[in-house]
């Protein structure tokens, strides 16, 4: 069984910080190589917002969260990390944790290219 499960959403202010979590188990943990970050707003598509790879770390972002958002993983307890600062009210949106076996970063960006998915979490930015 594969699972990812997304938390520590919620509702805050422009400019607040958000850190969102996802736990991966069974074969999205076993036969990942990298974990990413998507959002869907409303009447919007599903974007890419940030990748890390299990082993190295490395690490890869959207132009519009690079600076302000940070992706990071803990081995150890299985888990992926956003940290988000500086939020803005276009940062609003369903948030989605997902899982990617394949080893080439040329795959990270596109939420196609990922087998797994958490059941998304919404953060609401407030003006």
């Known amino acids: 069984q594969a699972q990812l499960v997304e938390s520590g959403g919620g509702l805050v202010q422009a400019g607040d910080s958000l850190r969102l979590s996802c736990v991966a188990s069974?074969?999205?943990?076993?036969?990942?190589?990298?974990m990413g970050w998507f959002r869907q707003a409303p009447g919007k598509e599903r974007e890419f917002v940030a990748a890390v790879t299990w082993n190295s770390g490395l690490t890869y972002y959207a132009d519009l969260v690079k600076g302000r958002f940070t992706i990071s993983r803990d081995n150890a307890e299985n888990t992926v990390y956003l940290q988000m600062n500086s939020l803005k009210p276009e940062d609003t949106a369903v948030y989605y944790c997902?899982?990617?076996?394949?080893?080439?970063?040329?795959?990270?960006?596109?939420?196609?290219?990922?087998?797994?998915w958490g059941q998304g979490i919404q953060v609401t930015v407030s003006s």
């Open positions: 069974g074969r999205a943990l076993s036969t990942t190589y990298a």
């Open positions: 997902a899982g990617n076996v394949k080893s080439g970063s040329y795959y990270f960006r596109t939420a196609n290219e990922y087998a797994y």
